[in-house]
Structures are given as C-alpha cells and as structure tokens.
C-alpha cells in the first residue's frame, strides 16, 4: 500500500508547472565528450600498461577493456528510463527499486521484490563498473547487458512488463517520442533496441575509480590508513588470498568460482553455474562479485546470507567447505584457493576496514526530478529507503526517492 501512496503523492507534484526534460548535451563526470559527440572515459589507469607490474594485486595495473561511445543524450535517456516506473507492467517499479543510488546501486535485500510482490530468488547485486564485465547475473548466464536487462524488464517477478506493452507505452508518450528522437536522429519510432541501448549506456557510465585505495594506488602513501593498509597486505597475502579472485584493480577477475556459501532461511542449495553451462564442475559456482563500493551493498553473496562485511570476511576463514549441506559435500567442486587461512580476529577487523576503503561514489548520478511519463521517479523504493523517504515527502523540492 505504501508505494501506492508515494506512486499517487508524485501525480499532483508534477502536475504543474514543470518545464520540459532537457537530455544532457555533455557526457556525465569522468567522460570526454568527443567532438562527434560520444563519450570516453578517462581515468588514471589509463597511463599503465597490464604487462607492466605482473601478479596479482598489483598496483598500477592496468583495467581490462570497457563499453563506451554513447553519446551524452543517450546515456541522459538511460538515467530517464532508469528511474521511470514506466517499465514495469503495473508501473510502480523502476530499475532503481532494485538498484537504488542510495544503496550501491542494489536493494538492501537478501531476495529482491519484484512489482506484483514476488520474491526472487537472489540478492540484487551493484550496479557500478559495469562498462568493464563481459558476464552478468551471478550464475554469469548473460554475455551483454542488453541480453541481461530483458530478465528483469519480462519476468514475472520482476518487472512483468512485456515487449509489445513497453513499444507500445513508449510510442504513445509524446514525451518519450522526442527524447529518443534527440537521442537516435535517424529513427521516427522509439524500437527496443534503443531501449535497451540506452539503458545499457547508463549503465556503462557509473564508474567507481576514485577510492582511497586507488589514490594510494595511483602514489599517495597516505591516501590508506595504517589499518587499511595492513587489511590490503592481509588481502593480497598468499594466506588470505583474496585478490587471487577479487583482482584489483576491478577487484574481481570475472570468473567463476565456487566457494561454498550457505543459503539462508531453509532455502535449497543453488546450483548456480551449472545450469546455464550445463557443467557440473560449476555446481555452486557463481561470478567473483567486484568488491567496489561493497560497503554500500549489504547484504551479501547471490543468496544475501551475511548481514555484514564482517561475517562475509570470516566466512572464508570458518574451513573449507564449512557449510556445505551434506549431500552436497562430495558433489560440489570447491575451489583450490578456498581453503583455511586461520585469520586471527584483527585480521578480519582489518580485512574489513581494506573494503571500506573501496569505497567512492563521487560520480553518482543524480535521481531525475521528473521522468518523462510523468510517474514519481524510481516508483517503489526500497523498504530500506522507505522511511527515510518518507521524512522527506512533505518538501515540494525533494523529488520521491531522493
Ligand atoms: C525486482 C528487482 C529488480 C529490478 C526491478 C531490476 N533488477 Fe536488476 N537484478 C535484480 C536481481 C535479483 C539480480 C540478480 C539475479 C541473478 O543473478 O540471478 C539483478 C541483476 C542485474 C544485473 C547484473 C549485474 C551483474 O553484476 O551481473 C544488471 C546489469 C541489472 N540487474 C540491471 C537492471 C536494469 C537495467 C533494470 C531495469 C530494466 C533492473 N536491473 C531491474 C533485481 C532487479
Ligand atoms: C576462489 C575465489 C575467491 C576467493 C579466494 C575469495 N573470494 Fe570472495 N567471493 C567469491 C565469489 C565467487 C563470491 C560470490 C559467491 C556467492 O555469491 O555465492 C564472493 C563474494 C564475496 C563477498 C560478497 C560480495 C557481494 O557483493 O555480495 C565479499 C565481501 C568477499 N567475497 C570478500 C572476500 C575476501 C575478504 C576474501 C579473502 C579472505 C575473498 N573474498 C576471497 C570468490 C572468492
């Protein structure tokens, strides 16, 4: 009921007086906008060369290949679409119900809601970095984030939209027909393909590079704390051996892994991988999540079992395999660097006090203040948010979401 509330509260506010929605003509922080008018990303990696400092955990390595080359007013429309609950087949759902800039870009949830309240059946993971992952979900099932985002946009536990209700709602706003129009000059019908483009330009542009650890990275000894650096040389040790997996600089290596986390609440085991490979060495097996910003992310893993950063840290010093149901224990192929690092407890403090230090959201994109069907933007926020929001309704200025 409550979103309902909030979804009503957003018609009277936006009712009036609102001035047309501009689509940025420069490209969002951290980009170059080109002179034929697409976007590049520079970031200090830039200057190193991967052959440089081999190994693994070094520091002026250099990021693996990314997405770019949209233009500003497509990645604009992307931020537009983002936050519109126009996309969701009753309308009270946007991506950033799930996704929220608030919470790291996920939910706060262990299982995500989808629009008709049904639960799904793993965490929303974040969405930042994404330009540079070549796999996504976290079974890895999707090769492209347009492959990906017609999960969510089509299931019926997530959004319940369907292809024919989205060309047909967006071909009937006047609105949405002139800002696709700005953004893809040659076409005079707003397709799915531009859709989802635009969505997957968005995307591309939440970067998160600037963390104190990556200006200690890029030579600012003092840029980390003396706790946060001991946590680094714990995480990169050849005891921890976190960053064998989570690599920096992306903090993660893109691969699968299995690694044995429980699944909480009675749930059965997720066989992950496995399915979509149909290759039982990956049974239990999900992608090595980035570590970016995972302070803002809980909870954690694809099933959402620790609470804390902590617990997800002494999860991997609690013995191989630890907490395997039992008739999993001789089917499931654990990971040679899972093992047990008996870290003492200040280990773990420090190890944790190294993630935090992975955090830097300096170029968060803002909430729109009006969307172009009119809706209140992000629609039905995340019950983390709720309340929060809800403190803050009553300001005119505030948009929903905020
Ligand atoms: C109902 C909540 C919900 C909504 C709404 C939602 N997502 Fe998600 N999203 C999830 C969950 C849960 C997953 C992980 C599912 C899995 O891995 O099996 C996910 C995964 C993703 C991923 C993969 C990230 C990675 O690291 O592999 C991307 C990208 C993504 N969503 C983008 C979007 C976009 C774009 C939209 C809007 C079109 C959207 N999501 C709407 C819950 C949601
Ligand atoms: C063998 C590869 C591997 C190693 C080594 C490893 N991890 Fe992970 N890590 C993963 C995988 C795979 C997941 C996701 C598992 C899942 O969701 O079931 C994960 C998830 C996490 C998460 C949750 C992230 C999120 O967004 O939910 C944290 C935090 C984490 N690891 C920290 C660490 C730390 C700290 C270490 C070192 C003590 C470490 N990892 C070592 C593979 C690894």
């Not at 949209?70 to 087949?89: N, W, Y």
């Amino acid at each position: 009921m409550r979103h309902l509330f909030l979804v009503l509260l957003g018609w009277p506010l936006l009712g009036w007086a609102q001035a047309p929605i501009q689509l940025a003509d420069v490209c969002p922080a951290g980009f170059e906008t080109s002179a034929e008018n697409t976007c590049k990303l520079h970031t200090r990696y830039d200057q190193y060369d991967s052959l440089y400092e081999r190994g693994v955990g070094g520091l002026q390595t250099a990021l693996p290949a990314h997405r770019e080359g949209f233009s500003p007013q497509q990645i604009d429309l992307g931020r537009h679409l983002f936050f519109d609950p126009v996309l969701s087949g009753d309308q009270t759902q946007s991506c950033a119900s799930c996704h929220h800039p608030k919470l790291g870009f996920a939910d706060g949830l262990k299982r995500s809601i989808g629009a008709n309240g049904a639960e799904n059946q793993r965490a929303a993971p974040s969405l930042w970095n994404m330009a540079f992952l070549t796999r996504f979900f976290w079974d890895a099932r999707s090769g492209s984030l347009e492959e990906q985002m017609t999960g969510p946009l089509f299931s019926p536990v997530e959004m319940a939209a369907s292809p024919e209700l989205l060309l047909e709602r967006l071909n009937a706003s006047a609105e949405y027909r002139r800002l696709f129009a700005e953004a893809y000059p040659k076409q005079d019908v707003v397709t799915l393909d531009q859709l989802y483009l635009s969505l997957a330009a968005f995307q591309t542009s939440l970067i998160s590079l600037n963390s104190p650890y990556d200006r200690y990275a890029h030579g600012s000894p003092d840029a980390l704390n003396a706790q946060e650096l001991e946590g680094f040389n714990v995480y990169r040790s050849f005891v921890a051996r976190c960053s064998e997996c989570h690599t920096p600089p992306l903090f993660t290596n893109q691969q699968i892994a299995v690694i044995g986390v429980p699944e909480p609440d009675g749930r059965p085991f997720d066989p992950g991988a496995q399915v979509p490979f149909d290759n039982p060495d990956w049974r239990g097996g999900f992608k090595v999540p980035s570590l970016r910003n995972v302070a803002q992310t809980a909870p954690y893993m694809h099933s959402g079992s620790f609470t804390t950063l902590r617990d997800a840290a002494e999860f991997y010093t609690k013995g191989r395999g630890h907490a395997l149901p039992e008739e999993e224990k001789g089917r499931v192929q654990l990971h040679w660097h899972i093992w047990e690092p008996k870290l003492a407890e200040h280990e773990l403090d420090r190890l944790v006090d190294f993630m935090r230090a992975l955090t830097d959201e300096s170029f968060t994109p803002a909430i729109p203040a009006q969307v172009p069907s009119g809706l209140a933007p992000v629609g039905r926020v995340p019950p983390a948010l709720q309340a929060r929001i809800a403190s803050t309704t009553h300001n005119k200025n505030e948009p929903t979401g905020e």
